[in-house]
């Protein structure tokens, strides 16, 4: 495993076909039996050596046919931003394959088959309580955080056994609207969790 120089900072988001909230992040079984998941990242901040990563989105794809953890293994399907250049894709592939260490290697290590990797467009929107994301003809996920007790707060879960942003506390959120299709997947994942936070990834 390469030993660089790197971290990436942002905001990070996922989406499900579980009930909210989502059993997996504590090792349970997903609730249909396998799950469905999406997750995005804006890296509002980063750097591979001297390659400037800021402002560039990178969306990933996840089937997992049981347990998340026991097993069996995952299929992926992986997108970059089409604006970064050949370094700048470089660089993203190594750190969200898990090439280069960090919490993305222990994601990889859960992944038996990669069905694809793509560069190609992604919006990506912040707003509040909201996330939007798109990636033309192929992807769209509209997600908001749920209201709690008290409304202006949001509702969070602390310390997830398993979840795709360490050392941040998921807020929970369900999707207004999840489409994918591409590869072999086609599904509709519309009303079920979600979460969303801050990530920082490091070697």
Excluded at 10 to 33: K, R
Excluded at 60 to 77: D, E
Excluded at 93 to 119: L, T, Y
Excluded at 123 to 139: A, N, T
Aim: contains cysteine.
């Amino acid at each position: 495993m390469e030993k660089l120089d790197w971290k990436v900072d942002g905001n990070y988001f996922e989406a499900c076909n579980c009930e909210s909230t989502c059993p997996c992040i504590f090792l349970a079984d997903p609730d249909e039996g396998d799950c469905k998941l999406v997750i995005a990242w804006h890296i509002e901040k980063g750097h591979f050596d001297s390659i400037n990563l800021n402002g560039l989105n990178v969306v990933g794809v996840f089937y997992t046919p049981g347990n998340m953890v026991k097993g069996p293994k995952w299929q992926a399907a992986v997108y970059l931003d089409e604006r970064a250049d050949k370094k700048q894709a470089d660089a993203l592939g190594k750190i969200f394959s898990g090439q280069v260490g960090g919490f993305p290697a222990v994601v990889a290590s859960f992944i038996d088959i990669v069905v694809g990797v793509k560069a190609t467009k992604i919006d990506i929107v912040v707003e509040g309580k909201k996330r939007h994301l798109k990636i033309p003809q192929i992807l769209e996920l509209d997600i908001e955080g749920v209201t709690g007790g008290e409304p202006d707060k949001e509702s969070c879960i602390t310390n997830p056994a398993l979840y795709g942003a360490p050392g941040n506390n998921p807020v929970i959120a369900r999707s207004s609207k999840y489409t994918y299709k591409d590869h072999k997947f086609n599904w509709n994942n519309s009303g079920k969790n979600a979460f969303y936070s801050q990530f920082s990834y490091v070697p």
